[in-house]
């Protein structure tokens, strides 16, 4: 039953794709396999393929001036996702599907505001990475140096008062979350700022 029920979408896309196909220059359809591509799309196919269960995630390069946070980074990314049960974690031994590579690329820390006597009352700490996933049993790239970021703003000086210690393990599990979720589901725009999806925009 599932079979006809895919062989009668996949024959009505044809028909749409052929009948659209018209409003391209040279009356076809330019970009390769388009009714598997509507296909799995009307089906829903997620950013992780479905037949995809094991993910392996190497600990994170970081080429910031703020050593050690690559380790943090990547075991919250691999408790989450674990937590999130769709993927289990495995080593490169135990036969992934899916692998996740990522780069701590900025590490910043700005003063945002100042007293009358020039102190900077508060602070930003934002910390980005680029990650990419990719299929390593079909060598496709699901998406490439994607920009994830998180951060924070706060005051050592006035209350609440936080420790940029605190601060920094905030910001780490925000972006450990953030780079879950554009794994498993490609965005996560619940999490975003305002701000964040204005410049977007």
């Not at 089906?43 to 910031?64: L, M, Q, S």
């Not at 900077?120 to 994830?148: C, H, I, Q, Y």
């Amino acid at each position: 039953m599932r079979n006809s029920r895919k062989v009668i979408v996949h024959t009505c896309l044809f028909f749409i794709v052929a009948m659209t196909s018209s409003c391209f220059p040279g009356g076809s359809v330019k970009e390769p396999g388009t009714v598997n591509k509507i296909a799995s799309e009307m089906n829903g196919e997620p950013v992780v393929p479905r037949d995809a269960n094991k993910i392996c995630v190497p600990t994170f390069a970081n080429i910031t001036v703020m050593k050690g946070i690559e380790k943090y980074l990547s075991r919250e990314v691999i408790k989450r996702i674990n937590i999130d049960g769709r993927l289990v974690v495995v080593d490169r031994g135990n036969g992934p599907q899916l692998l996740l590579s990522g780069t701590i690329t900025e590490y910043q820390l700005q003063d945002v505001r100042f007293d009358e006597f020039g102190r900077a009352v508060k602070k930003r700490l934002r910390v980005v990475a680029r990650v990419t996933l990719s299929e390593t049993t079909r060598g496709k790239v699901v998406f490439r140096n994607k920009s994830v970021q998180a951060f924070k703003s706060y005051s050592d000086i006035q209350p609440p008062i936080t420790s940029e210690l605190e601060v920094r393990t905030e910001v780490l599990n925000q972006l450990a979350e953030r780079i879950k979720l554009q794994t498993i589901r490609g965005w996560y725009t619940e999490l975003q700022t305002a701000i964040e999806r204005v410049k977007k925009k």
